[in-house]
Each structure stands twice: as C-alpha cells, then as structure tokens.
C-alpha cells in the first residue's frame, strides 16, 4: 500500500540531544513537509521541500533542520537548539502544482524532551 | 500569525444529530480551502475541498459551505456517528502560495457520544 512512514512513533530525549525524525513516502510525491502539532492547537509548517536536494523554512524553522537527498525521504533533525521540542511530529507529501491541494500525512512522531 | 481560525475549540453532539463546525478566514484572497480530520494518535486525514469559485461542495454524509462575504467555511456532517469523534481543522491556502504549505486553523474537538 502506498503511503507515508514516520518513525519512531514515541521518541525520548535528554537535553543537550540531537533526534532524527524520519519520514519516507512511496506515492512518488515530489513535495514534502513537516509540520509541528502542539495540544490544542493547530498544525504548524516547519520546513517543506518541493523537488529533491530543495528546500525552504516554514514558520517555525528555527532549532530544526532537514535534508531532502531521495525523493522518498525527508528526514528532520530536532537540535540542541530547538527550546521546546516537546511536541507531536507530522510528516506529510502532496504532488506538486496544488492540483488538488491535498496532503497526505503519517502517522506522527511523539517527542518527549525529559 | 494564523489567518484561518475556528469559532468553537469544542462541540458535543448526540448520535445522529447533523453537526455544523466552523472556520472564519481572514485572508479573502484566499482561494481553495480544505477540511481534515485528525483521530486521536493519528495524522489527519483529508475530508473536502473547496475553492473560491464555488459556494458548496458536498461528500458523502459532508457538505462545505463558503461565504466569501464574510470569509467563513463551515463543514456539516449529516447523521453525526461516534466514528466522527475527532479533532477537525480547516486549512487555506493563501494567494500566490501555489506549492508551499496549506496554513492550518487550530481545530474543533468533536465529541458524538451515543
């Protein structure tokens, strides 16, 4: 079946730690996004990349960072420098050019900075 | 700061009954605009779009109505059943954004209880 991937679904870390969120899709999408979900609130963009070895800031780029080096994979690392990493984790792809606009997401990723 | 947003952070419902959630935009510019639902623990899932040419679009057991008068998207879900418990976020897209991400609203919690 095709879809998205995301893992680790729960993911622990210590302060001071770098995580890797991972994120892979087979619905040959070219653009992908992550975006962070905090209780009660809406989703927010933290970076998207719309074409492999591209990508761009979303609002809340700042403490993150991403690679998009294969088509299927877009991989975001949560660093040191992230205040508040505590949050829900979405990954998500859609085919370029808005045709329909839809976004296909995984399942999360759960982090949890102890 | 967001420009999709929700009247109501809640709504409970019998089983059965027809639910109405809303979303007041701020951006009239905007022109497609998409509903998603997101269950507990889960990525949300895309349910209907709309764009700005048209007033209402209408699913299975779903109906979206815009008023671009007064920049407000609703969903109705007829015959509401428990399955429909879950969190329900509008998104929009605003102009010249073809490619990058929807913005997302903060979302309704649906309770149907039986």
């Known amino acids: 079946d095709g879809g998205i991937t995301q893992s680790p679904k729960y993911l622990f870390r210590k302060e001071g730690q770098n995580v890797t969120l991972s994120c892979e899709q087979n619905l040959n999408h070219d653009a992908m996004y992550w975006y962070r979900q905090d209780p009660g609130q809406g989703l927010r963009l933290i970076y998207y990349?719309?074409?492999?070895?591209?990508?761009q800031k979303g609002d809340i780029a700042e403490g993150y960072s991403v690679s998009r080096e294969k088509k299927e994979s877009f991989p975001l690392t949560v660093t040191s420098a992230q205040k508040n990493p505590t949050a829900f984790y979405l990954c998500?792809?859609?085919?370029?050019?808005?045709?329909?606009?839809?976004?296909?997401f995984g399942e999360g990723s759960r982090l949890t900075v102890l | 700061g967001e420009s999709v947003g929700l009247h109501l952070p809640t709504l409970s419902v019998q089983e059965g009954d027809n639910s109405i959630i809303n979303c007041a935009y701020s951006?009239?510019?905007?022109?497609?605009f998409i509903w998603y639902k997101q269950e507990s623990g889960k990525g949300p899932q895309f349910i209907i779009d709309?764009?700005?040419?048209?007033d209402k679009r209408q699913g299975q057991r779903v109906t979206v109505l815009l008023n671009k008068t007064v920049k407000h998207l609703s969903l109705q879900i007829a015959a509401t059943q428990p399955g429909d418990s879950a969190v329900y976020f509008c998104a929009e897209i605003p102009p010249n954004q073809a490619g990058t991400a929807l913005i997302f609203g903060k979302g309704t919690t649906l309770s149907v209880s039986s």
């Open positions: 709309i764009r700005s040419n048209m």
């Open positions: 951006n009239s510019a905007s022109d497609y």
């Open positions: 998500a792809s859609s085919t370029s050019g808005w045709a329909t606009g839809e976004l296909f």
């Open positions: 990349s719309q074409i492999v070895n591209d990508f």
